[in-house]
């Protein structure tokens, strides 16, 4: 980002900034439009508009989808910050629950049948929570439903740089007829930049932009300009390949340790920031967060991934943030305190 900044200091252009083109920084759109072809989607340039960041491209997709009062099914668990911005928009949800190998189709075809929603929102790859992906033969099976009964398929694909990238994608098994897809820059250059993406067929892209002008006229130019130097300059597929090296060599430290914590793995993720974790014997885990903000540590307990806040068991760690030997200490102590306040 400073080679990108001083790079860009230097050029008159980015002096005076006006508002810029409502579809996004060009040589930008150009860069995703490449990129999407690397993986066999083909979408062209006119298909792409670019967002403050994937929540705002997550809002503009449903809102060209739905109205208040429909239905939208969602993953459950799922990320925890779609469910309050899809109620605000007086949307109903329904959650679809989250195997290891994808969505659970059985569930799926009957929400589909009995509440028909207008759309379901789909982590496909590094799930989060679970850090799962999807299988392609669930992809191939929630596609069939999907064209069968009109329902359209956001895919949300905030991770899949973090994925080896060979790992399925709806947009590239049905390419964007039923499938809008949507990605950000945010988990591997930079959250602060807010720079996201719609991508779609051009119909629905030029919905998208007539929302997009509505609420926000345009998207951040420089935080673009800068997105685009990083991708122009060519080393960014590199800094990926550095990016999941060390993610995988955190997630096994992480594993290990938790092990001898006695918290065992949904699944061993093939790659991303999330372990969804649970002790062999339940806890109280709202309890255990509480307790853990007593001691500056921040939990992300399994109940508010479900959009009905459902009791779990599961907790959320990010392997990023998973070097503090505190932590560890921390749950051995509580987990041993509430195994002898037990037996008492």
């Not at 093939?270 to 014997?281: C, N, T, Y």
């Not at 009791?311 to 560890?328: A, G, K």
Request: aromatic share 8%; net charge positive.
């Amino acid at each position: 980002m400073r080679s990108a900044l001083n790079s860009l200091g230097r050029r008159p252009d980015m002096i005076e900034l006006g508002y810029g083109n409502p579809y996004g920084h060009e040589g930008l759109r150009d860069q995703i439009a490449l990129s999407l072809a690397r993986q066999g989607i083909a979408c062209p340039r006119s298909g792409i508009i670019l967002t403050h960041g994937a929540s705002q491209a997550l809002e503009l997709a449903i809102r060209c989808l739905a109205r208040p009062g429909d239905t939208v099914l969602v993953e459950d668990p799922g990320y925890c910050n779609l469910f309050p911005a899809l109620r605000a928009l007086g949307l109903v949800l329904y959650g679809v629950p989250r195997l290891k190998d994808g969505p659970c189709l059985e569930s799926l075809a009957r929400l589909v049948q009995e509440k028909r929603p207008k759309a379901f929102i789909i982590n496909t790859r590094l799930h989060n929570p679970t850090g799962t992906s999807c299988s392609a033969p669930v992809l191939h099976k929630l596609l069939r439903i999907a064209e069968t009964t009109n329902l359209m398929l956001i895919e949300d694909d905030i991770f899949g740089d973090l994925a080896p990238e060979t790992s399925p994608t709806l947009a590239y098994l049905g390419q964007l007829e039923q499938v809008i897809r949507i990605s950000s820059f945010s988990k591997t250059i930079s959250p602060g930049l807010r720079v996201g993406y719609v991508a779609s067929g051009p119909a629905f892209a030029r919905n998208i932009l007539k929302l997009k002008m509505a609420s926000s006229l345009t998207s951040t130019h420089m935080s673009e300009a800068i997105v685009h130097h990083i991708l122009a300059d060519g080393r960014y597929r590199l800094h990926l390949a550095r990016v999941r090296e060390k993610l995988a060599h955190q997630q096994e430290k992480a594993l290990r340790r938790f092990a001898r914590t006695g918290l065992v793995p949904f699944c061993k993720p093939e790659g991303g920031m999330f372990l969804w974790m649970r002790f062999k014997q339940e806890q109280n885990v709202l309890q255990l967060t509480r307790d853990a903000a007593q001691s500056d540590f921040l939990l992300a307990p399994g109940d508010y991934f479900s959009p009905e806040n459902a009791r779990s068991p599961w907790l959320r760690f990010n392997v990023t943030q998973c070097d503090r030997t505190e932590l560890f200490t921390f749950l051995n102590h509580w987990k041993a305190t509430q195994h002898a306040s037990t037996c008492a």
